[in-house]
Nanobody
Framework: QVQLVESGGGLVQAGESLRLSCAASGSFLSINTMGWYRQAPGNQRELVATITSRGSTNYADFVKGRFTISRDKNTVYLQMNSLKPEDTAVYYC??????????WGQGTQVTVSS
Protein backbone atom coordinates (compact mmCIF):
# COMPACT_ATOMS: atom_id res chain seq x y z
CA GLN A 1 0.00 0.00 0.00
CA VAL A 2 1.35 3.38 -1.04
CA GLN A 3 0.29 6.65 0.52
CA LEU A 4 0.80 9.90 -1.37
CA VAL A 5 0.70 13.33 0.26
CA GLU A 6 0.66 16.36 -2.00
CA SER A 7 1.36 19.99 -1.24
CA GLY A 8 2.08 23.26 -3.00
CA GLY A 9 -1.13 24.19 -4.80
CA GLY A 10 -2.66 27.63 -4.62
CA LEU A 11 -3.88 30.72 -6.42
CA VAL A 12 -1.50 32.63 -8.68
CA GLN A 13 -1.71 35.09 -11.54
CA ALA A 14 -0.95 34.21 -15.13
CA GLY A 15 2.77 34.11 -15.78
CA GLU A 16 3.69 33.20 -12.21
CA SER A 17 5.10 29.95 -10.89
CA LEU A 18 4.18 27.21 -8.44
CA ARG A 19 5.95 24.11 -7.21
CA LEU A 20 4.03 21.00 -6.28
CA SER A 21 5.44 18.25 -4.08
CA CYS A 22 4.30 14.71 -3.47
CA ALA A 23 5.81 12.36 -0.92
CA ALA A 24 5.26 8.61 -1.16
CA SER A 25 5.32 6.39 1.89
CA GLY A 26 4.52 2.78 2.63
CA SER A 27 5.84 -0.46 1.28
CA PHE A 28 6.99 -0.49 -2.32
CA LEU A 29 9.92 -1.30 -4.53
CA SER A 30 12.44 1.33 -5.46
CA ILE A 31 11.65 0.67 -9.13
CA ASN A 32 8.54 2.69 -9.94
CA THR A 33 7.10 5.62 -11.84
CA MET A 34 5.68 8.73 -10.25
CA GLY A 35 3.89 11.52 -11.97
CA TRP A 36 1.30 14.24 -12.06
CA TYR A 37 -2.12 14.29 -13.67
CA ARG A 38 -4.70 17.03 -13.64
CA GLN A 39 -8.44 17.35 -13.94
CA ALA A 40 -10.32 20.54 -14.72
CA PRO A 41 -14.09 20.83 -14.14
CA GLY A 42 -15.99 18.97 -16.83
CA ASN A 43 -12.84 17.39 -18.23
CA GLN A 44 -11.26 13.98 -17.93
CA ARG A 45 -8.13 13.49 -15.88
CA GLU A 46 -5.09 13.96 -18.11
CA LEU A 47 -1.40 13.25 -17.93
CA VAL A 48 0.88 16.16 -17.12
CA ALA A 49 4.27 14.51 -16.60
CA THR A 50 5.86 11.34 -15.30
CA ILE A 51 9.31 10.34 -14.10
CA THR A 52 10.72 6.89 -13.53
CA SER A 53 12.93 5.88 -10.65
CA ARG A 54 15.82 6.05 -13.12
CA GLY A 55 14.98 9.64 -14.01
CA SER A 56 13.38 9.21 -17.42
CA THR A 57 10.72 11.82 -17.98
CA ASN A 58 7.63 12.18 -20.13
CA TYR A 59 5.62 15.36 -20.63
CA ALA A 60 2.29 16.28 -22.15
CA ASP A 61 2.77 18.56 -25.13
CA PHE A 62 0.87 21.39 -23.48
CA VAL A 63 3.43 21.73 -20.66
CA LYS A 64 6.67 21.18 -22.52
CA GLY A 65 9.04 24.05 -21.90
CA ARG A 66 7.00 25.37 -18.97
CA PHE A 67 6.81 22.53 -16.43
CA THR A 68 9.63 20.41 -15.06
CA ILE A 69 9.22 17.17 -13.18
CA SER A 70 11.92 15.90 -10.84
CA ARG A 71 12.26 13.50 -7.96
CA ASP A 72 14.38 12.87 -4.93
CA LYS A 73 13.98 9.22 -3.97
CA ASN A 74 10.31 8.92 -3.04
CA THR A 75 9.32 12.55 -3.43
CA VAL A 76 8.29 13.96 -6.78
CA TYR A 77 8.16 17.63 -7.68
CA LEU A 78 6.45 19.60 -10.41
CA GLN A 79 7.88 23.03 -11.08
CA MET A 80 5.31 25.00 -13.03
CA ASN A 81 6.44 28.21 -14.70
CA SER A 82 4.62 30.63 -16.99
CA LEU A 83 1.28 29.42 -15.71
CA LYS A 84 -1.80 30.06 -17.81
CA PRO A 85 -5.47 30.24 -16.82
CA GLU A 86 -6.03 26.99 -18.71
CA ASP A 87 -3.65 25.27 -16.28
CA THR A 88 -6.32 25.69 -13.60
CA ALA A 89 -7.21 22.22 -12.33
CA VAL A 90 -6.89 19.80 -9.47
CA TYR A 91 -3.46 18.20 -9.74
CA TYR A 92 -3.09 14.60 -8.63
CA CYS A 93 0.06 12.75 -7.75
CA UNK A 94 0.32 9.24 -9.19
CA UNK A 95 2.45 6.23 -8.28
CA UNK A 96 2.74 3.18 -10.52
CA UNK A 97 4.47 -0.06 -9.57
CA UNK A 98 6.29 -2.26 -12.10
CA UNK A 99 3.19 -4.52 -12.12
CA UNK A 100 0.86 -1.66 -12.97
CA UNK A 101 -0.64 -1.09 -9.53
CA UNK A 102 -1.63 2.54 -9.25
CA UNK A 103 -2.06 4.84 -6.26
CA TRP A 104 -3.39 8.41 -6.25
CA GLY A 105 -2.96 11.36 -3.99
CA GLN A 106 -5.88 13.38 -2.69
CA GLY A 107 -5.30 16.20 -5.17
CA THR A 108 -4.22 19.80 -4.80
CA GLN A 109 -5.99 22.76 -6.39
CA VAL A 110 -4.08 25.04 -8.73
CA THR A 111 -5.91 28.17 -9.82
CA VAL A 112 -4.42 30.64 -12.30
CA SER A 113 -6.14 33.98 -12.69
CA SER A 114 -5.87 36.08 -15.84
Amino acid sequence: QVQLVESGGGLVQAGESLRLSCAASGSFLSINTMGWYRQAPGNQRELVATITSRGSTNYADFVKGRFTISRDKNTVYLQMNSLKPEDTAVYYCNFRSPWGNVSWGQGTQVTVSS
